[in-house]
């Protein structure tokens, strides 16, 4: 065999026949996603939904399946952005086989996942979402009697340092400016300013006050790792009995958990019908203590679904004067469902589906962090990281992986039991062969072993000693 040596980039060679072209068979966990999106003829589905949005004759756009395949590949890589989807897509032979690339065929930019999220109404996306959960209510992965919410913070592409007062566009230096002047520091420096700022009483940053110039409905808020930033509050309703989630959206940031888990509710029930055909009824809803709002529960035990809401310990003696009725009956009863067994069951339930959906499809699956620019906006891009998020549970019930990553650990699992069962194989051989030996040896040392053997040879010949 001779030496094989490196070409530069000029030697290469200028007309390639596509039948030389490398492909690539393929990602088994792709493959298996293929199959179930094309035995619900998902393609077909997107394609007429998508339909009046072009006009006849123009130039062919990218297909619906492929942008939709392409924001799963961010989930399922763990790709926040969009343009790093592209990349990735680009460089991966077997991601091109998943979208269904020819092997001459460019695949889409980024720009051009831009263009068809920005044609596409939020309201599409939502009917492709219920179309998400037919397939998980085919598979037997759909119930929705009982259903847990909570909430997260996601990360907002905007920068605290860039907020301005709503009142005058002020920026924080020039406010900062303007107050250390009042107090009696004249000309500040950049130093003075942050030492006054970090000294000063009646420090604080409300939403009332500042906004971003670059991205208005971002809220300033905590995040997840104890700062403060501009961000959005993304809120799920999962199936506590499939872990399927049944509704997602996101929401600003400073809006009240009380008020938003009636929105939730309601689209959750919604998806439920449309996905089901049927009269698919919410029983129960489970939420923690940042939930209970005696107006929600009052509403939700209007609508006969019962709650299991964390209450507020609270010392203070409440009054029902001036409440309408029905809404002191509604608390007490909440009350006395979660310190039953059932409701501790079922909040110990909650605190693991719920929080699993928010690492899978915030942490390890790129939602976390947004890229994009304004609420309707990321409110789709989430709800398409949660359609995937409900795909790799469907795909986790069919062959036992959620995510591409979980198939080579699965492998390596695998592997290393087989060759744990073949060692003890090797062994208990091995043991067995010794027995025989020591079996021999004591036949012909002792006297009574002989006479036993000689009484019953053919005994003996039959265990093959």
């Given at each position: 065999?001779?030496?094989?040596?490196?070409?530069?980039?000029?030697?290469?060679?200028?007309?390639?026949?596509?039948?030389?072209?490398?492909?690539?068979?393929?990602?088994?966990?792709?493959?298996?996603?293929?199959?179930?999106?094309?035995?619900?003829?998902?393609?077909?589905?997107?394609?007429?939904?998508?339909?009046?949005?072009?006009?006849?004759g123009g130039r062919p756009s990218i297909p619906p399946g492929v942008?939709?395949?392409?924001?799963?590949?961010?989930?399922?890589?763990?790709?926040?952005?969009?343009?790093?989807?592209?990349?990735?897509?680009?460089?991966?032979?077997?991601?091109?086989?998943?979208?269904?690339?020819?092997?001459?065929?460019?695949?889409?930019?980024?720009?051009?996942?831009?263009?068809?999220?920005?044609?596409?109404?939020?309201?599409?996306?939502?009917?492709?979402?219920?179309?998400?959960?037919?397939?998980?209510?085919?598979?037997?992965?759909?119930?929705?009697?009982?259903?847990?919410?909570?909430?997260?913070?996601?990360?907002?592409?905007?920068?605290?340092?860039?907020?301005?007062?709503r009142d005058g566009g002020a920026t924080w230096k020039q406010y900062?400016?303007?107050?250390?002047?009042?107090?009696?520091?004249?000309?500040?420096?950049?130093?003075?300013?942050?030492?006054?700022?970090?000294?000063?009483?009646?420090?604080?940053?409300?939403?009332?006050?500042?906004?971003?110039?670059?991205?208005?409905?971002?809220?300033?808020?905590?995040?997840?790792?104890?700062?403060?930033?501009?961000?959005?509050?993304?809120?799920?309703?999962?199936?506590?009995?499939?872990?399927?989630?049944?509704?997602?959206?996101?929401?600003?940031?400073?809006?009240?958990?009380?008020?938003?888990?009636?929105?939730?509710?309601?689209?959750?029930?919604?998806?439920?019908?449309?996905?089901?055909?049927?009269?698919?009824?919410?029983?129960?809803?489970?939420?923690?203590?940042?939930?209970?709002?005696?107006?929600?529960?009052?509403?939700?035990?209007?609508?006969?679904?019962?709650?299991?809401?964390?209450?507020?310990r609270d010392s203070r003696k409440r009054r029902w004067d001036d409440?309408?009725?029905?809404?002191?009956?509604?608390?007490?009863?909440?009350?006395?469902?979660?310190?039953?067994?059932?409701?501790?069951?079922?909040?110990?339930?909650?605190?693991?589906?719920?929080?699993?959906?928010?690492?899978?499809?915030?942490?390890?699956?790129?939602?976390?962090?947004?890229?994009?620019?304004?609420?309707?906006?990321?409110?789709?891009?989430?709800?398409?990281?949660?359609?995937?998020?409900?795909?790799?549970?469907?795909?986790?019930?069919?062959?036992?992986?959620?995510?591409?990553?979980?198939?080579?650990?699965?492998?390596?699992?695998?592997?290393?039991?087989?060759?744990?069962?073949?060692?003890?194989?090797?062994?208990?051989?091995?043991?067995?062969?010794?027995?025989?030996?020591?079996?021999?040896?004591?036949?012909?040392?002792?006297?009574?072993?002989?006479?036993?053997?000689?009484?019953?040879?053919?005994?003996?010949?039959?265990?093959?000693?």
């Open positions: 065999m001779a030496l094989g040596r490196r070409r530069d980039q000029f030697q290469q060679e200028l007309m390639v026949p596509t039948s030389a072209l490398p492909r690539s068979p393929g990602h088994p966990f792709y493959a298996a996603l293929n199959k179930v999106l094309s035995e619900a003829k998902f393609d077909a589905y997107v394609e007429g939904l998508c339909e009046p949005l072009y006009r006849d942008f939709f395949r392409m924001l799963f590949i961010g989930y399922f890589e763990g790709i926040d952005s969009q343009r790093g989807i592209a990349w990735r897509c680009s460089d991966s032979l077997s991601l091109r086989t998943f979208l269904g690339l020819k092997p001459t065929e460019l695949s889409p930019e980024h720009s051009s996942l831009t263009v068809i999220r920005k044609r596409m109404p939020k309201e599409l996306i939502e009917q492709v979402f219920a179309f998400v959960l037919k397939i998980a209510f085919e598979k037997k992965l759909l119930k929705g009697k009982a259903i847990g919410v909570d909430a997260t913070t996601l990360e907002a592409n905007a920068a605290m340092k860039s907020i301005v007062r900062l400016t303007k107050l250390a002047k009042e107090a009696g520091i004249e000309d500040p420096t950049d130093d003075q300013l942050r030492q006054f700022d970090r000294t000063r009483k009646g420090k604080k940053t409300s939403n009332d006050d500042w906004q971003s110039p670059s991205d208005p409905d971002a809220r300033i808020t905590k995040m997840k790792d104890g700062t403060t930033g501009l961000g959005y509050k993304a809120e799920n309703a999962v199936d506590l009995e499939t872990e399927i989630v049944v509704a997602a959206d996101v929401k600003p940031a400073d809006a009240a958990d009380g008020e938003t888990v009636k929105d939730t509710v309601v689209d959750a029930q919604g998806n439920l019908n449309d996905a089901t055909k049927q009269e698919c009824r919410i029983a129960e809803v489970v939420a923690d203590k940042g939930y209970h709002k005696t107006e929600t529960l009052a509403w939700l035990g209007e609508r006969g679904i019962r709650t299991y809401v964390a209450p507020r409440k309408p009725d029905g809404w002191r009956e509604a608390v007490y009863e909440n009350q006395r469902r979660t310190d039953r067994e059932k409701g501790k069951q079922l909040q110990r339930r909650r605190a693991e589906v719920v929080e699993r959906s928010f690492a899978h499809v915030c942490t390890t699956g790129g939602a976390r962090r947004s890229w994009i620019r304004g609420l309707a906006e990321v409110g789709k891009r989430y709800l398409v990281t949660v359609m995937a998020h409900n795909l790799g549970v469907i795909l986790r019930k069919l062959i036992g992986v959620g995510k591409p990553r979980e198939w080579a650990s699965v492998r390596s699992l695998l592997t290393t039991c087989k060759a744990l069962w073949s060692t003890i194989l090797v062994v208990l051989v091995a043991t067995w062969r010794r027995i025989d030996e020591i079996a021999d040896r004591l036949q012909d040392q002792l006297p009574w072993a002989r006479e036993h053997s000689s009484a019953a040879p053919e005994a003996a010949s039959s265990t093959g000693c």
